[in-house]
């Protein structure tokens, strides 16, 4: 949707309120040049960005893209996952995670809806045939900025089934 009225333009290129853009425009159409914080990647930028980072092994690739404000859950320890808060610190695990080199993080699939994200993913932590995990991580985004990720996987181990 774009609308003028005398004294600005409206821009909403997504239907979310983080990606609206309020723009002052002179009456004869002039162009405005923004500062950079309105320069705001979309949800896929980001996480095109993050999943970057680890296959590329570039752990200043997440400096810019974590809210200060981010909650992170790790997939361990079952079942509820160590919760990470802050900036600083869900940082430090993932460039952790980044820059260990004896493991691998692999997506599989990414899935964007809006202002979140579904990762699929596999992680090799090991050379062992088996020395590897699928899982998933739900990630929201806003302003540009991961606020949520949300680690899920498939557990090694045996576990009871309802159908055993």
Partial sequence: MTWRSKSCLYLEPEK????????????????????????MRTTTEVVDRFNRAFIDREPEM???IVDDDCVMESVQPAPVGERVEGRDACLLFWKTLVEDTATQ????????????????WQYRFGAGENDWVEGVNLMRVRDGR??????YSKTTGDLPLATD
């Fill in 105 to 120: 993080f692999q997506p599989q699939e990414v899935i964007i809806a809006d202002d979140r994200a579904t990762i699929r």
């Fill in 62 to 64: 997440l400096d810019d």
């Fill in 16 to 39: 979310t309120v983080s990606h609206r853009l309020l723009v002052a425009a002179g009456s004869h159409g002039t162009h405005l040049s923004l500062p950079e914080e309105f320069d």
């Fill in 146 to 151: 991961i606020v949520e990720a949300l680690g």
